[in-house]
Each structure stands twice: as structure tokens, then as C-alpha cells.
């Protein structure tokens, strides 16, 4: 027999939204605080009890409503925010369903009390699981009030995935965190079960916000970041390399004020971070991206926590340059060494003053005398005790062109500096001086910087050095079985070794960079980490070696450098991607620009 079809009650279309919609109490508060925002409210408190299944009350002091909107506001599909399906193109407003007070209505038992600035009487309205409803003229504070109590209490298959009310209580506080940071100039409080565990200043300050719910120590290690391109403008703060994080909870990715999770913006972070980072570990972000609302449908998840836009790849190329770009910009001074202030050049809009070829390339304004003061390429590249590749490799350099003689970075008038040694401390750190700044260069640091650089260029083709007596290593059974699984993989690093034996390893081959002295360690170091993390891949694992060989053939901290090594080391950092920090992440050249410096002595 046919079953017969029949359009359902509005109770029950409520409830298979609510499904959706309100999937656990953290959805409830998120879509109630999007409500006070959309409704202008810039002072919004939350309670919560036993994780937000008891109670989740939130005040805002935003519009408030009407009598007559705010019973149609629990109806479904009733919203003040779009009229038509063309409205979907151009929102502004957080919320647009129409369907989260009647969602949550259905499955919770539901008060709405609100006021509108010039009337005398509030409203408020009490629905009991969707049934119900009641409609009473009552006193009431301007703005809106709303009580969720006994949340899925009628809906008890719902109930029983709750998580534990911790769990429940983290989530709420990690959502009203995100939506926090998106709106600095909203002061935001939360209460747990009596307890204040948010209360950000409301005061528009960006970084005091993500003071206020991270903490101090976490507001200090930023990078800066703002940057356009292509009509996608991308800014915000991200964590210093150092700074890791185990999990992406600690990422916050806005688009057009949104809070949104998107696996390819997190990719992005993950990628700009990868020169600078040699370990797993996230990136702390809070990120703002813009978009032209014609390029997203925000449409595209019940709890519009997901966005698709128009053409990822265009948006991905821009977070990806914004972040390295902000990664490349200088370790500064300024009274409190090593911290990165990057506000200051944002001050002076120059951001294409650290772009990643600071010098050389750039043509104009070369200033000639600038050459008098260094010896000519050849007598740099000449001479040298001690082995340095760097100082080699520039000479190649520099015979291309004058150009290339010139270290410089480009000043905010897009003039030249140069960047020259006066003396090493403690053998470890080179003193420097351009006309307008003064840098402090760790010389390990940097020479890494250089190596790896070079290695990473040289890509796919390690140049080898093969051995006329191959090296045996002894070996346990597991990492033999280790390389004869990664034979490939090692082969492609320019590590010719296979097993001879069961327990011995014979290695004809290694990449040209790794001393033959160190050849061993290099090898005992890949096989660790092959046996520490067995599910390591091989980008991951070149990635291992190239810090490795890097960091082994890079000068030593107490290596004593004349001053044209010195030069020729700066240069070779100069030209690198990244001439502020090493590959670990570490800084290898601080700068103190003379404006630091005049701060420092009071004199400004
Ligand atoms: P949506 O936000 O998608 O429009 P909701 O069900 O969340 O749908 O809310 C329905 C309507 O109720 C909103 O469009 C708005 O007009 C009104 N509203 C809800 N919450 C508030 C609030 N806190 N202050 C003022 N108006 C509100
Ligand atoms: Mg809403």
C-alpha cells in the first residue's frame, strides 16, 4: 500500500532543523550571540550552567525587538535579514536562515524577553519544546534577553550524545572566543557555572582581545600582518615560528567577519610556515580575510560555519603570501630585544621594504660609492682560511653585475642601504651597520639560513659525493627494514645505502654538503627519526635532512670570521627568503633601526 505523503507540522519541521541547527549547546550560544551582533549589541554576556545543558542564558544591549517582530521571530523561515534568495549574494549580517530561535524553541525550554529603546514595556515570550507559547508585556532591560534551559530535554536520543559538561563548557568557551576575536570592539563575558572565564575589553584593540582570552604571553609573540591583493585583503596576527601550538583550536579564521573553518586557509598557514618551522606543530593565527560577498556562498552549511568561495586557489595564493610575506619582515629592537614589531612598519606603509629580495634586482638607485668601501668580488672570494662556501658562492654572485656587488635594503624612500660588518662578539654574533640601522646577526644562525636556502634550491638534485670505499654502519634489524623502505626516498636526498647483512648498512653515497666525518651521525640521525616516526613522508623527511645538512655544515657559534667573511656571509643572508630567521625558527639577524635607537637613549 502507498504511504501517504503529508507536509509537516511547523513543530515538527522545527525539531529536523534543530537537528541540524543546534547540534549541542555551544550551537545555541553561537547562534544567539550572532543574533545580538546582527542586532548592533556591543556589550554581550553569557551564562552557562553545567556546560550549557542546564542553562545558557545570553544578554545583549543591542536593538531589541517589537512585540509583533518578536513573535514572528520564533516562527521558521521568519528573519528581518534577507528577503529574497538575491539577498544571499550580498550579506552582511551573520545570521540569514531565519531558523535558529524557532530551532532552538523546539528542542529546549525557551524565554525571550526584549525591549525596544523607546518603549516602556518589554516583551517577553516562553515556548516549551516548541508548544506552548506565551506572549506576556513584562519589565524588561533595552536589548534582548534569552534563557535556554533543559536543552534536548524532549528529545532524549539527542541528549544521550551529549559530551561531558566540561566538554560541553569548552566548547562554548571556544566558540565565544572566535567570535570575540572577530569583533574587538564587542565586550564579550562569559560565565561558567559562576565562574568568569571570558571577559575581553571591548575596546577595538585586536591585541588586548587575544590577551584577554590567551593571555599575555601569547599577545607578545605575534607577527603583524595586513596585506591586499587581487581584491582579497587578508590581516590579523599570526604566532611567531617559536610559537606552536598542538592543535588548529588555536587558529581563527575569519571571512568577511565570519568565523569559518576552512581546511584550504589552514593549509595555507601550514605551507608559509614550512620553511620556518622543522616540526609538526600549528601555527597560532587569527586571521581576517575579505572578500567581495559576490565571490562566497555562505550558504552551504546549516551551521554556516562553512563558506565556499568562488575560486580557492586565488584565495589560497593571497593568505599564503600574506603570511610569508609577514614571516620574511625583521626582528626588531626597540626596547624589548627580539620581539617582533611589526606594527611599526605597517606605520610607515612601506611593507614592500622587506618584500624577499631586499636588494639586488631592484636596479634603481644604485648608489656607486657605496662600492668604494668593499673590495672588489675577487678579493672577498680569494684568500679565507677557514673553509666558507658562503664567500665562494658569492664571488659567483657577484660577477653577474654590479648590482649584486651592492647589499642594500631598500629604505622607506626606496633609497639604498647597505648592510656592512664591524666586528664579531664572542665569536657568535656579528655587529652590523647599515647608514639607518644597526643589525645583530647570530653568524650560525644565519649561515644556516644560507645553507638551507641553498639546499632547498637545489632541489630534486642534491649534488652527491660518491665514495670510493663505501661506509658500513651497524644497524638494528628494524632500521635496516627502515631503509630498505625508504631506499627511494633516501636515494633522492643523495643518500646512496642499502642493506648488507641483516644488521650492517653499506652507504656509497651522500649528499655533497654532509661532511665525510659526519656522515654516520647523518645517517644515525635520518634512521631515528625513521624509527621515532615511522609514518614520517618523504617531503617531511627531506624536509629532516635538509635542517640536518644545514645545520652540520653551517659555521659554528665560536668559529672566529675576518671581516670579509662577515660581508660575505650578509650577503649570502640577504639573499635568502627569509634573512630574519634561521630554518628552526630562531632569529638570525635583529634589527634596531635608528628611530630604536634614539628611543632607547630618550632622545625621541
Ligand atoms: P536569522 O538570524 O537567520 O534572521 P533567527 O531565528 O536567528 O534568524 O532570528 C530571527 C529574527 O529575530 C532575526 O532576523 C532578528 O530580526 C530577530 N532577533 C533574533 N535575536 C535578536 C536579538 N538578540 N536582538 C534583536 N533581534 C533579534
Ligand atoms: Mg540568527
Not at 606552536?244 to 565570519?258: D, P, S, Y
Not at 646577526?441 to 641553498?454: G, T
Request: one cysteine or more.
Amino acid at each position: 500500500m502507498e504511504a501517504e505523503v503529508k507536509v509537516l507540522d511547523q513543530n515538527t519541521a522545527n525539531q529536523i532543523a534543530a537537528g541540524e541547527v543546534v547540534e549541542k549547546p555551544a550551537s545555541v550560544v553561537k547562534e544567539l550571540i550572532e543574533n545580538s551582533l546582527d542586532a548592533g549589541a556591543d556589550n554581550i554576556e553569557v551564562t552557562i550552567y553545567e556546560g550549557g545543558t542546564e542553562y545558557i542564558r545570553v544578554v545583549d544591549n543591542g536593538s531589541g525587538m517589537s512585540k509583533d517582530n518578536a513573535n514572528l521571530s520564533v516562527l521558521r523561515h521568519a528573519t528581518s535579514k534577507i528577503r529574497n534568495a538575491e539577498d544571499l549574494q550580498s550579506i552582511h549580517s551573520l545570521g540569514f536562515r531565519g531558523e535558529a530561535l524557532p530551532s532552538i524553541a523546539s528542542v529546549a525550554k525557551f524565554e525571550l524577553v526584549t525591549r525596544l529603546h523607546d518603549e516602556e514595556f518589554a516583551t517577553a515570550i516562553t515556548i516549551n519544546g516548541g508548544t506552548d507559547t506565551e506572549c506576556i508585556a513584562t519589565g524588561g532591560n533595552v536589548g534582548t534577553a534569552i534563557t535556554v534551559r533543559d536543552l534536548f530535554f524532549n528529545v532524549p536520543a539527542r541528549r544521550k550524545f551529549l559530551r561531558t559538561v566540561n566538554t560541553e563548557g569548552r566548547y562554548i568557551n571556544e566558540i565565544i572566543s572566535k567570535i570575540a576575536l572577530s569583533r574587538p570592539d564587542v565586550h564579550f563575558r562569559l560565565l561558567n557555572n559562576d565562574k568568569e572565564v571570558i571577559n575581553t575589553p571591548g575596546n577595538g584593540n585586536l591585541v588586548d582581545t587575544i590577551a584577554s582570552i590567551y593571555g599575555k604571553n601569547v599577545a607578545n609573540d605575534l607577527i603583524t600582518l595586513k596585506y591586499e591583493d587581487n581584491g582579497i585583503g587578508v590581516s590579523g596576527y599570526i604566532g611567531k615560528p617559536t610559537m606552536l601550538k598542538g592543535t588548529r583550536q588555536w587558529q581563527t579564521i575569519f571571512v568577511n567577519g565570519r568565523t569559518i573553518n576552512n581546511r584550504m586557509i589552514g593549509k595555507a598557514l601550514d605551507h608559509a610556515y614550512r620553511s620556518q618551522i622543522p616540526k609538526g606543530g600549528f601555527p597560532f593565527a587569527v586571521l581576517a580575510i575579505t572578500v567581495d560577498t559576490a565571490n562566497i556562498d555562505i550558504n552551504v552549511h546549516p551551521q554556516k560555519s562553512e563558506i565556499k568561495f568562488g575560486d580557492e586557489g586565488a584565495v589560497y595564493r593571497v593568505v599564503y603570501h600574506a603570511l610569508s610575506d609577514a614571516l620574511t619582515k625583521p626582528l626588531m629592537g626597540s626596547g624589548d630585544m627580539g620581539k617582533y614589531v611589526a606594527e611599526h612598519i605597517d606605520d610607515t606603509d612601506n611593507s614592500a621594504m622587506y618584500t624577499k629580495r631586499p636588494f639586488g634586482g631592484g636596479g634603481n638607485n644604485y648608489q656607486a660609492n657605496q662600492q668604494q668601501i668593499w673590495k672588489t668580488p675577487e678579493s672577498i672570494a680569494e684568500n679565507n682560511g677557514i673553509e666558507f662556501s658562503a664567500a665562494q658562492r658569492t664571488d659567483e654572485n657577484m660577477n653577474l653585475s654590479p648590482m649584486e656587488n651592492n647589499i642594500a635594503i631598500q629604505d622607506v624612500n626606496n633609497g639604498v642601504d647597505n648592510i656592512w660588518p664591524l666586528g664579531q662578539i664572542d665569536r657568535v654574533f656579528i655587529v652590523a651597520q647599515s647608514e639607518t640601522a644597526l643589525y645583530l646577526i647570530d653568524q650560525h644562525a644565519a649561515h644556516e639560513r644560507v645553507m638551507y636556502d641553498k639546499l632547498v634550491n637545489s632541489h630534486q638534485n642534491i649534488p652527491t659525493q660518491q665514495f670510493l670505499i663505501p661506509l658500513y654502519l651497524d644497524a638494528t634489524p628494524q632500521e635496516v627494514s627502515s631503509i630498505e623502505e625508504y631506499r627511494k626516498e633516501f636515494m633522492q636526498l643523495g643518500v646512496d645505502v642499502e642493506p648488507s647483512g641483516e644488521t650492517i648498512l653499506r652507504v656509497s653515497s651522500l649528499p655533497a654538503d654532509i661532511k665525510n666525518d659526519e656522515a654516520e651521525e647523518f645517517i644515525r640521525e635520518i634512521l631515528t627519526l625513521l624509527s621515532e616516526n615511522k609514518k614520517i613522508n618523504p617531503a617531511d623527511l627531506r624536509e629532516e635532512v635538509l635542517h640536518y645538512a644545514a645545520c652540520h655544515s653551517a659555521i659554528r657559534a665560536g668559529e672566529l670570521l675576518n671581516i670579509r667573511q662577515m660581508r660575505a656571509l650578509i650577503l649570502e643572508l640577504l639573499n635568502t627568503e627569509h634573512p630574519f630567521t634561521c630554518p628552526h625558527g630562531r632569529p638570525c639577524m635583529i634589527e634596531i633601526t635608528s628611530e630604536e635607537l634614539y628611543k632607547m637613549f630618550k632622545r625621541t
